[in-house]
T-cell receptor, first 116, second 113 residues
Framework: AQTVTQSQPEMSVQEAETVTLSCTYD???????LFWYKQPPSRQMILVIR??????QNATENRFSVNFQKAAKSFSLKISDSQLGDTAMYFC?????????????FGQGTRLTINP | NAGVTQTPKFQVLKTGQSMTLQCAQD?????MSWYRQDPGMGLRLIHY???????DQGEVPNGYNVSRSTTEDFPLRLLSAAPSQTSVYFC????????????FGPGTRLTVT
């Protein structure tokens, strides 16, 4: 079974700073996807960024980028030029490809606060 | 498109009562799932479906029942509510092929007293 671990329960940074959220996972699969979801106080789950395991290039989406280290089973999220609207819970999630490609396994989450 | 919709948004039940949480999607997605979110934990998979008429158990299925008679709807039934089922419930849908992105509903906050 796959497991996802987020070792930082809470983080707090000043607006405009850069922050990195950590995520490690355990799997014996070779083909899989990794995701970062954002959950603001509204409770809505919002996809931030996605990484396919077969791609060596790290995914980027505007101010959000990942550092994907497949051998180390590490998948960190970097938020550059942080904004007040980035305040939210962030969840790292794993999904294997093929059969079972409908089951997301989530980490425990990191509560990120951006201070003005 | 409304995306994924869930009703109700909030619900309070007494121990032993039964109820159905509704979920619908209008994106013609084959895959649908139910998750629960407890404080301090990530979402955990309850049940999922890969198409109409096909369902399977996730990580925490006990106390819940599902069926999928249409592509659009995937209701979750609580058979006999217990305080341990107090949680926020999310429904999600996903296309059957890449990029395997799950789209989540707004959630239902359920309290069992």
């Amino acid at each position: 079974a796959q497991t996802v671990t987020q070792s930082q329960p809470e983080m707090s940074v000043q607006e405009a700073e850069t922050v990195t959220l950590s995520c490690t996972y355990d799997t014996s699969e070779n083909n899989y996807y990794l995701f970062w979801y954002k959950q603001p106080p509204s409770r809505q789950m919002i996809l931030v960024i996605r990484q396919e395991a077969y791609k060596q290039q790290n995914a980027t989406e505007n101010r959000f980028s990942v550092n994907f280290q497949k051998a180390a089973k590490s998948f960190s999220l970097k938020i550059s030029d942080s904004q007040l609207g980035d305040t939210a819970m962030y969840f790292c999630a794993f999904m294997k490809e093929g059969q079972g490609a409908q089951k997301l396994v989530f980490g425990q989450g990191t509560r990120l606060t951006i201070n003005p | 498109n409304a995306g994924v919709t869930q009703t109700p948004k909030f619900q309070v039940l007494k121990t032993g009562q039964s109820m159905t949480l509704q979920c619908a999607q209008d994106m013609n997605h084959e895959y649908m799932s139910w998750y629960r979110q407890d404080p301090g934990m990530g979402l955990r998979l309850i049940h999922y479906s890969v198409g109409a008429g096909i369902t399977d158990q996730g990580e925490v299925p006990n106390g819940y029942n599902v069926s999928r008679s249409t592509t659009e709807d995937f209701p979750l039934r609580l058979l006999s509510a217990a305080p341990s089922q107090t949680s926020v419930y999310f429904c999600a849908s996903q296309p059957s092929g890449p990029p395997y992105e799950q789209y989540f509903g707004p959630g239902t906050r359920l309290t069992v007293t």
